[in-house]
T-cell receptor, first 116, second 109 residues
Framework: DADVTQTPRNRITKTGKRIMLECSQT?????MYWYRQDPGLGLRLIYY???????NKGEISDGYSVSRQAQAKFSLSLESAIPNQTALYFC???????????????FGEGSRLTVL | GQNIDQPTEMTATEGAIVQINCTYQ??????LFWYQQHAGEAPTFLSY????GLEEKGRFSSFLSRSKGYSYLLLKELQMKDSASYLC??????????FGKGTTLSVSS
């Protein structure tokens, strides 16, 4: 089984719908992240969380919200999806740098979202 | 804020050596990472540098100069399977990894 699991893997939805992407991990990491990837734009950070009570905005948080339900779970919501949120979304985890970890990210397999 | 620049595309032939450069500007620098990403797949970790110098790992090596804000990824003995995107990412202390836009490498026979 994958260490970082994302659901759903693929989703097609309509403008205005609420969408939740879920991420769970078995690596025991405190830190979790959501990125989106668009062709030619690389990976852009949406939100990140360093522990259950910590939530931080990334580069492109507008239109998104997150919930850290437990150490192992971090979900991303689009309250009212719009077509320019069509992208490949990645969840990732990491240990805290300096505690035997480099801060290397471990990625889920991605969730491809299409908003019509 | 952070700014990371790397070339958009590169091409090379099987058996050759290719160097992918990356420049970064960040405060509180805490490490430079390289990832490989095949189309439609998740990125996979290649290398990490936090001190100046060269880190070698098989056919792949990565170099860092902190004073110049510069890194490169060196791929030797290129194989067709090395055709992929290569992502440079910098870690700023207390925040998350920020990625460049990636370099798409095409290896031809």
């Amino acid at each position: 089984d994958a260490d970082v699991t994302q659901t759903p893997r693929n989703r097609i939805t309509k403008t205005g719908k609420r969408i939740m992407l879920e991420c769970s991990q078995t690596k025991g990491h405190d830190r979790m992240y959501w990125y989106r990837q668009d062709p030619g734009l690389g990976l852009r950070l949406i939100y990140y969380s360093f522990d259950v009570k910590d939530i931080n905005k990334g580069e492109i948080s507008d239109g998104y919200s997150v919930s850290r339900q437990a150490q192992a779970k971090f979900s991303l919501s689009l309250e009212s999806a719009i077509p320019n949120q069509t992208a490949l979304y990645f969840c990732a985890t990491s240990g805290r740098p300096g505690t035997g970890n480099t801060g290397e990210l471990f990625f889920g397999e991605g969730s491809r979202l299409t908003v019509l | 804020g952070q700014n990371i620049d790397q070339p958009t595309e590169m091409t090379a032939t099987e058996g050759a050596i290719v160097q992918i450069n990356c420049t970064y500007q960040t405060s509180g620098f805490n490490g430079l990472f390289w990832y490989q990403q095949h189309a439609g797949e998740a990125p996979t970790f290649l290398s990490y540098n936090v001190l100046d110098g060269l880190e070698e790992k098989g056919r792949f090596s990565s170099f860092l100069s902190r004073s110049k804000g510069y890194s490169y990824l060196l791929l030797k003995e290129l194989q067709m399977k090395d055709s992929a995107s290569y992502l440079c990412a910098a870690l700023q202390a207390g925040t998350a990894l920020i990625f460049g836009k990636g370099t798409t490498l095409s290896v031809s026979s």
